[in-house]
Antibody
Framework: EVQLVESGGGLVQPGGSLRLSCAAS????????MNWVRQAPGEGLEWVAN????????YYLDSVKGRFTISRDTAKNSLYLQMNSLRAEDTAVYYC????????????WGQGTMVTVSS | QSALTQPASVSGSPGQSITLSCTGT?????????VSWYQHSPGKAPKLMIY???NRPSGVSNRFSGSKSANTASLTISGLQAEDEADYYC?????????????FGTGTKVTVL
């Protein structure tokens, strides 16, 4: 079964850091671009970042540039999101999502992990 | 990059057809045929319903269809069923200073009366 499972969410104080993980299974992880997408409480979906198959290209939402870092480990079939200098507005459910072949849509999603930034 | 504009809610009776709109700009919807639609219910993973404007992934009912005209994309749900009640989000590929990105819509809550 093709599956993505996120972990690592939790409560963190403003200015703090958190590392999210996404475990992939059921498909050849190294063949796909991967993404993080978030949804703040009561809001819509928002694309956060993505990374090429070999990690050589990474792109970010403007508001997280310089604070968030996306990475992947092919040996572990895992995707990561290192989040530093967290702000209240980063509070959201964070989803891991696989790109389609041409990375023009997101065809497989995880269940999400909740990140709450609050003092 | 501003979110694409969707109506907050659309409702219909079982068996009816409804159409959800998604309005963007020439920098996103109007500039690329990379519009996708997602069905999202609370506590569940979003589900891809349409990609590349009008293509359905394997397993998605043919009651769902997509189209685009200029800067507006549309999702039509025919033969509305109770199980279609969910939030629906459009999404478009875009670029900012030659950097790729993706912009989602504000979301439409579909209610089956």
């Amino acid at each position: 079964e093709v599956q993505l499972v996120e972990s690592g969410g939790g409560l963190v104080q403003p200015g703090g850091s958190l590392r999210l993980s996404c475990a992939a299974s059921g498909f050849t992880f190294s063949s796909y671009w991967m993404n993080w997408v978030r949804q703040a409480p009561g809001e819509g979906l928002e694309w956060v970042a993505n990374i090429k198959q070999d990690g050589s290209q990474k792109y970010y939402l403007d508001s997280v540039k310089g604070r968030f870092t996306i990475s992947r480990d092919t040996a572990k079939n895992s995707l990561y999101l290192q989040m530093n200098s967290l702000r209240a507005e980063d509070t959201a459910v964070y989803y891991c999502a696989r790109c389609t072949r041409w990375c023009d849509a997101f065809d497989i999603w995880g269940q999400g992990t909740m990140v709450t930034v609050s003092s | 990059q501003s979110a694409l504009t969707q109506p907050a809610s659309v409702s219909g009776s079982p068996g009816q057809s409804i159409t959800l709109s998604c309005t963007g700009t020439s920098s996103d919807i109007g500039g690329y045929n990379y519009v996708s639609w997602y069905q999202h219910s609370p506590g569940k993973a979003p589900k891809l319903m349409i990609y590349e404007v009008s293509n359905r992934p394997s397993g998605v009912s043919n009651r769902f269809s997509g189209s685009k005209s200029a800067n507006t994309a549309s999702l039509t749900i025919s033969g509305l069923q109770a199980e279609d009640e969910a939030d629906y989000y459009c999404c478009s590929y875009t670029t900012t200073i030659n950097t790729p990105a993706y912009v989602f819509g504000t979301g439409t809550k579909v209610t089956v009366l």
